[in-house]
């Protein structure tokens, strides 16, 4: 196991400071991603799913953001511990990142092209090559990455603004924009959730095209059981600010271990059957300016021991690399 | 007991000076009491247009809409207020439906203070009656909606909607803003009380499954027109439109095994302001055939199970 992830978080802790005290946001977060690969980050509102991503690229202000401990390990470099210099020679042309609204991360007063143009020159610079580029070359540049997206008829698509675009063609843009700096990793928040399902199956669709052909890992950031399911190799489930489970596809929908994990599961319904019943989880998410000494879900959990209330259940390895932190799976002869 | 016959309705658009945006076209519906007639449809697809003008919230442009038999077209826009008493609506975001300086009483409250006679001490216990339906206690009564979550602010605007004892309850995507195990606990809660309280629904939803699990009939909208209506059973085992065959193929299912790639449906939904010729699915249908989709209105074919299709295949 000494051999260096393409990608990892490792026991990743965030708090925001707010008048009201500190709200520990992130509690020892544990991921990994190898390359090639696409990882699926699902949880309700206020898990943290977003916040993890967030600071891959120094995206969270501090204050009030405060990292207290973890690494954020990119091919064997730290990201935490990097200068804002250093920082900035990743971003787009290391790890690129993609947003829920399209709308809201284009400019409304500049056409499509002149904001990649931008993007490409920016990355063009900050790639030290000293090779001169040309907008004319940068707009060459843009229209095949627009092309490499499916956008129909780029060369004139270019000059078109926003607001002439609609959604799905928006999202394409953004994606090419972030394809523009050849990014070895992909992050996409909540990618689809402003589109319409049959837009959102092209924009899907579109993704693992990229991971088959390009080589491209990707993180994905949804709500949507369903869209991991689809497109993702591997899964994280967070709740509360920590990584309840971890595992592939069919470690965690066939076999899902953590309550919680479960529990979402059963609330869905069955696009496919007529279920009869739907669970759902009763109660609220802890508050983390306080939160619980033990497990975060022990309040919501059916299973919920007494060893819950007190110990905070550390990730245990199941089979085949199949991780999930709950008490319920630790072995019998370990004396909490 | 609701019917809506060849339903028109057009804005002006201010964008496109002096166009019509057809927001719905033709609709023709039908609900029978006791049944959840689910609308599917994408943005753009005039749902939740078809919702708001059955309670009068929009003008119609063209088409009637009755009521146990009665036609109330003309009621819809006027000041009658009894057919208001007898069909509500939910909206989606409920955060915006109750108003942020009012206490959960007073927002309840204000159906039955225009409607009834109910004041003081009375109407507060008919309010703590509703409340303890939905599912919350009478605590609640005296708390302001930034104090309650999404869950328990939908059901206090349930509360509110079956306060005055409607027969129709138009649900505009009651849980689209809900996390998923908050949405299973009021779809739940949902199909509970329209048993308990003989409701009738009209479920407006871009949510597929949502709307397989609360509804017994499905109508399926695509620019303004229902291509597809019928049980819910049939519609889902075995779509017969286009579209419908392509919706249900874009919603990725939550289980492992699925393919990662898959054929999805091409194109934009094109403009209302300007609809295309003939079918309007035909500029995305792989079905489509020249000549013959694109020239002419499409009839609505009855097959044998009793739903209606809107399309030339049949």
């Known amino acids: ?336 | 007991m609701l019917e809506t016959v060849d339903l028109d309705v057009s804005f002006a658009s201010r964008a496109h000076k002096g166009a019509k945006i057809r927001a719905v076209n033709g609709v023709s519906l039908k609900l029978e009491r006791g049944d959840a007639l689910g609308l599917v449809g994408e943005s753009g697809s005039g749902k939740t247009t078809v919702g708001r003008t059955i309670l009068g919230l929009n003008p119609v442009t063209g088409g009637r809409v009755l009521f146990d038999d009665e036609d109330i077209t003309d009621q819809l826009m006027g000041r009658n207020k009894s057919f208001r008493s007898r069909a509500q609506m939910v909206f989606q975001d409920p955060h915006s439906a109750l108003n942020p300086r009012m206490t959960i009483l007073r927002s309840v409250a204000e159906p039955l203070v225009l409607h009834t006679d109910l004041r003081g001490p009375a109407l507060r216990e008919r309010v703590a009656e509703l409340l303890e339906i939905v599912g919350l206690q009478a605590q609640f009564l005296y708390r302001f909606p930034h104090e309650l979550s999404g869950g328990q602010k939908q059901r206090v605007c349930i509360a509110r909607a079956i306060a005055l004892n409607p027969d129709l309850l138009v649900l505009d995507e009651p849980t689209s803003a809900l996390d998923v195990s908050v949405q299973a606990q009021i779809l739940e809660f949902l199909k509970s009380i329209q048993k308990r309280l003989g409701l009738t629904y009209l479920f407006i939803s871009h949510n597929l499954a949502v709307v397989r699990y609360v509804c017994n009939r499905t109508a399926v909208m695509y620019l303004g027109q229902i291509v597809e209506q019928g049980e819910t059973g049939a519609i889902f085992g075995d779509p017969k439109h286009p579209y419908t065959k392509a919706l249900l193929e874009a919603v990725p299912l939550p289980k492992s095994g699925q393919p990662r790639r898959g054929q999805p449906l091409k194109g934009d939904i094109p403009s209302p302001v300007d609809l295309p010729q003939g079918c309007f699915f035909h500029t995305r249908c792989e079905s489509s055939m020249p000549g013959i989709c694109d020239a002419g209105p499409v009839p609505v074919t009855a097959l044998e199970d009793g739903r209606l299709v809107r399309c030339r295949l049949y």
Not at chain 1, 155 to 173: K, N, T, W
Not at chain 1, 211 to 239: E, F, N, P, Q, R
């Open chain 1, 1 to 336: 196991m000494t051999e260096q992830p393409f990608f990892a978080i490792r026991d990743y802790r965030l708090n925001f400071r707010t008048f009201d005290g500190v709200y520990q946001a992130l509690d020892g977060v544990e991921l990994e991603l190898e390359r090639g690969q696409s990882l699926g980050i699902v949880g309700e509102t206020g898990c943290g799913k977003s916040v993890t991503v967030r600071n891959i690229l120094g995206l969270l202000p501090s204050p009030p953001a405060e990292v207290v401990s973890g690494e954020i390990l990119f091919e064997g470099r730290d990201l935490l511990m990097l200068s804002k210099a250093e920082m900035q020679k990743i971003r787009g042309t290391e790890i690129a990142m993609i947003f829920q609204d399209p709308m809201t991360y284009l400019n409304p007063v500049f056409t499509v092209g002149t904001q990649m143009i931008d993007v490409i020159m920016a990355h063009r610079r900050s790639l030290d090559r000293g090779e001169r580029m040309t907008r004319k070359q940068a707009r060459e540049h843009a229209i095949e990455m627009l092309r490499r997206v499916h956008l129909p008829n780029p060369e004139r698509q270019i000059d078109a603004y926003p607001h002439q675009l609609s959604g799905g063609m928006r999202q394409r843009v953004l994606i090419a924009m972030a394809l523009s700096g050849s990014p070895k990793l992909l992050i996409a928040d909540e990618p689809t959730t402003a589109l319409d399902v049959t837009i959102q199956a092209q924009i899907l669709d579109l993704i693992a095209e990229l991971v088959d052909d390009l080589g491209l890992s990707v993180i994905l950031i949804t709500h949507d059981l369903g869209v991991v399911a689809k497109v993702c190799d591997k899964v994280a489930v967070m709740y509360a600010g920590q990584v309840v489970e971890y595992g592939t596809i069919e470690q965690l929908f066939d076999d899902p271990k953590h309550p919680y994990t479960a529990g979402l599961l059963h609330s869905i319904p069955d696009p496919e059957g007529a279920a009869t019943h739907l669970e759902g989880i009763p109660g609220f998410l802890p508050n983390l300016l306080d939160p619980p000494a033990g497990c975060r879900f022990e309040a919501r959990c059916p299973k919920a021991m007494d060893v819950c209330r007190r110990v905070r259940p550390p990730a245990l390895d199941l089979d085949g690399g199949h991780k999930v932190a709950c008490h319920v799976y630790r072995p019998e002869d370990v004396n909490a």
